[in-house]
């Protein structure tokens, strides 16, 4: 049994309860956790403010050399850690090794711009010396999802560390183990106590008991829209900073002067990379008429390549879908497309162990079709055939959602067009799914609300304060 991180001891709950983690491969429980609550909370928060203040006098330059040398030991025990998120997320070895390789270099990219964490200083004649202080906000906590636990993890431990705030973190309780061995690398690296805090345990009382503890001062939330939802107004009397990542339903637009061969690729990686439970995976396809047929073709021999199975096999392309509930959706949807759609593969669950449901392209859906409205969180994807370039923007921003997009053209005029019109806050040309920590990432309408990655995650976990001398 692995234990929570608080102040800088490994604990049990309070209550001694604990939970299972199943492997979604096998439905074999590989580990349990704590199972923590409020008071579990509490103390966690308690322990964060604590190293509060030692930790925001840390200069800048030694906060980013202790998130360098974490980054050295996740790289030195990658393999190890990639093999614990196969066994608890499911997906593909080779998935997992990118991800927490990824977190690493978030580490190391956020070490690097330890340097720009500066304030201002001005001099004016009517008001004296003007300094424009950047300070940390003080407690932050961090809400992660269990589709990329170790990434996403990254994106919030990064900035707020290096920004002089210290964390609670909470991951999902179907993937706790990794992010809990990756705390152990941070103790190993030096992190003082109390400045990491990892608790694990159920949204609907840990997770609840965090975003509205009064000593937190923001809540980074990733996470499903209607939870995202609830997240803001729990944090709202307290007046919490907040970012929200809220999840997608991103269109790609395959134009008629595409690469085919390139988009078609794109596409079948962008919809179905981790069992397509990924915010910005391809959830819809708009390909213009002219050249439908042979993209269908396309998508369709590529999406029959893939191998299903259990990630830690090799040659599995797809892992399993990580939880029942998921996995329920996406036999309940298949089910409802299947007298109003025509299905080009896949359609049903595989084997009869694990969460597996085989890779799917449907077409000819009607336009009140579900996948077209809501955001489906699993390996099917719908192909809708238009006219041109209007329809194809239309259908794409017809959703409530505005986190990705892609175009696929060799037209620089049309690929202008998408990065104007698509309402997204990442807009993809030729290419799908690639989110390097330098660029801002977040979305627009009900995507959520704030940016992470990129320098200026910094200024979100900091506050300016303005100091006016005259002597």
Known sequence: MMKMLIGGAWTDASSGRTMGVVNPATWAEIGSVPLGGPEDAGAAVEAAEGALAGWSEVPALERGRVLARTAALVRGEAERLAALLVAEQGKPLR????????????????????????????????????????????????????????????????????????????????????????????????????????????????????????????????????????????????????????GGSDPAIVCDDADLEEAAAGVVRGRFYNCGQVCTAVKRVYVFSGVADRFRALVKEKTERIVVGDGMEAGVGMGPLNNAAGYERMQQIAEDLSGEARFLTGGAATGTKGWFFAPTVVTDLPADALPLREEVFGPILPVIEVDGIDEAIEGANSTHYGLGASIWTKSLERAERGCRDLEAGIVWVNQHLKIPPEAPFGGTKGSGIGRENGPRALDRYTEERSILIRL
């Open 95 to 246: 998935e997992a090794t990118d991800e927490v390789r990824g977190f690493a270099h978030i580490l190391e990219y956020y070490a690097g711009l330890a340097s720009s964490l500066h304030g201002e200083a001005m001099a004016t004649k009517a008001y004296g010396r003007i300094v424009i202080e950047k300070r940390p906000l003080g407690v932050c906590v961090g809400i992660v999802p269990w589709n990329m636990p170790v990434i996403i993890a990254g994106w919030k431990i990064g900035p707020s560390l290096l920004a002089g705030n210290t964390l609670v973190l909470k991951p999902a309780s179907t993937t706790p183990l990794t992010t809990l061995g990756i705390g152990e690398l941070f103790v190993r690296a030096g992190l003082p106590p109390g400045v990491l805090n990892i608790v694990t345990g159920p949204g609907e009382s840990l997770g609840e008991a965090l975003v509205t503890h009064p000593a937190v001062r923001k809540v980074s939330f990733t996470g499903e829209a209607g939870t995202g939802r609830h997240v803001a107004e729990a944090a709202a009397p307290t007046m919490k900073h907040l970012t929200l990542e809220l």
